[in-house]
């Protein structure tokens, strides 16, 4: 390296190190919340004596991970950059829908053996820009009986508009639509059964 290079290269630091500190943008961190009244109550913490089911991990979309997906048409979508989930979308629909399941209704959690079987898979998490703002949940679900047989497959499409432009408001509506989507999930899977 040259004098006049080591010059300009320390010139150039010292000139950084005057300058104010400049503040890096960072993600923010967002998790859907369930809607008030959602829970379930200590009545239904009891002892279940309905059919067994085993619950398949639940799969989702390449695209649906921790970063909050924006949707403008059916064929273009985009990420927040400093927008993300908490915990990738499967993660968050697996653990929501096994509270839907076992603790809100009269299933019982099959770990292995031949029962019915159910599998999720998060086809769209996203926030919705147009026509209007939304959040939307789309799972599609196959339940099927011990031999493999199809006894339900259905896509689950829920929107909900999102109430204010302050990012959690995707949050807040996102945790609406999830919650419906699998109390639906949840009523054609008792009745299946």
């Not at 499967?90 to 099959?110: G, N, P, S």
């Not at 509506?173 to 009745?191: F, K, P």
Request: overall charge neutral; aromatic content about 6%; hydrophobic content about 45%.
């Amino acid at each position: 390296m040259s004098g006049r290079t080591a010059l300009l290269l320390l010139g150039a630091l010292l000139l950084a190190a005057c300058l104010p500190e400049a503040r890096l943008a960072e993600p923010r961190y967002f998790t859907p919340l369930q809607p008030a009244g959602s829970g379930v109550d200590a009545a239904v913490l009891r002892e279940t004596s309905g059919p067994l089911l085993r619950v398949r991990r639940v799969t989702a979309a390449a695209h649906l991970r921790e970063r909050i997906v924006w949707r403008r048409s059916e064929v273009e979508f985009g990420f927040h950059e400093l927008r993300r989930w908490t915990q990738p979308p499967a993660q968050l629909v697996e653990r929501w829908l096994a509270r839907e399941l076992f603790e809100r209704r009269d299933l019982r959690r099959a770990l292995a053996g031949p029962h019915p079987t159910l599998e999720v898979e998060v086809q769209a998490f996203d926030e919705v820009l147009d026509p209007e703002r939304a959040a939307r949940v789309q799972l599609l679900a196959r339940l099927t009986d011990a031999r493999g047989v199809s006894l339900h497959e259905r896509t689950y499409a829920v929107e909900r508009p999102l109430e204010g432009r302050d990012p959690a408001a995707i949050a807040r509506a996102m945790g609406t639509a999830l919650d419906a989507a699998l109390r639906r999930i949840g009523d054609d899977v008792e009745e299946a059964l």
